[in-house]
């Protein structure tokens, strides 16, 4: 255990469909990130925040609505995805952008049919 | 933009032998840190090792060593003893102002 919990660990969801991930950490960290795994290819950093504010966002298509009320709970809300954006998506957290690690949750394995 | 290549997609090792995975990046950046993720089945990203660009000396953790080649922009991981719980997919990464992962190498151990 990383001390990160994502929930839920298993969604399918269809194209019309709208749902949220949920990424939740005590561990005192200030950051948090959303990445994205699709099989054979780098992880892809989707968002990035610090202190609840959103510092990067990679070109990310506006389907993808990231939310971080606070330094401890991130979300990722998801509304007409696309067969393609099936992967594992992942939430890390760390205590800064800088020079530390991150942490990760065991991830969200999504299927979009 | 910073870029982090694995050359190898898949490894095998024997158990008790020794295993090098290998990790290339590109940087203009100066200052920056050089981490071994490994991510078992059970998908749960580990941190296995990490390096200090300032740093010459390479990190060593147990069994887990790495050759950093700063000039060279190199940084393999050596796995000594390997053990079967060893069988992973590894992921080095690059953090300067983000964090950059490379595409893994997924490593299987025989028993």
């Known amino acids: 255990e990383t001390g990160v919990t994502q929930t839920p660990r298993h969604l399918v969801m269809g194209m019309t469909n709208k749902k949220s991930l949920k990424c939740e950490q005590h561990?005192?960290?200030?950051?948090m990130y959303w990445y994205k795994q699709s099989a054979k290819k780098p992880l892809e950093l989707m968002f990035v925040?610090?202190?609840?504010?959103?510092?990067e966002n990679n070109s990310v298509p506006s389907r993808f609505s990231p939310e971080c009320p606070n330094s401890s709970h991130l979300f990722l809300h998801l509304h007409t995805l696309q067969p393609e954006d099936s992967a594992l998506y992942l939430c890390a957290s760390s205590h800064g952008t800088g020079d530390t690690e991150a942490f990760f949750g065991q991830g969200t394995r999504l299927t979009v049919v | 933009a910073q870029t982090v290549t694995q050359s190898q997609p898949e490894m095998s090792v024997q158990e008790a032998e020794t295993v090098t995975l290998s990790c290339t990046y590109d940087t203009s950046e100066s200052d920056y840190y050089l981490f071994w993720y490994k991510q078992p089945p059970s998908r749960q990203m580990i941190l296995v090792i990490r390096q200090e660009a300032y740093k010459q000396q390479n990190a060593t953790e147990n069994r887990f060593s790495v050759n950093f080649q700063k000039a060279a922009k190199s940084f393999s991981l050596k796995i000594s003893d390997s053990q079967l719980g060893d069988a992973a997919m590894y992921f080095c990464?690059?953090?300067?102002?983000?964090?950059?992962f490379g595409a893994g190498t997924r490593l299987t151990v025989k028993p």
């Open positions: 990464a690059y953090r300067g102002n983000d964090m950059r």
């Open positions: 925040y610090n202190f609840k504010e959103q510092t």
């Open positions: 561990l005192g960290h200030n950051a």
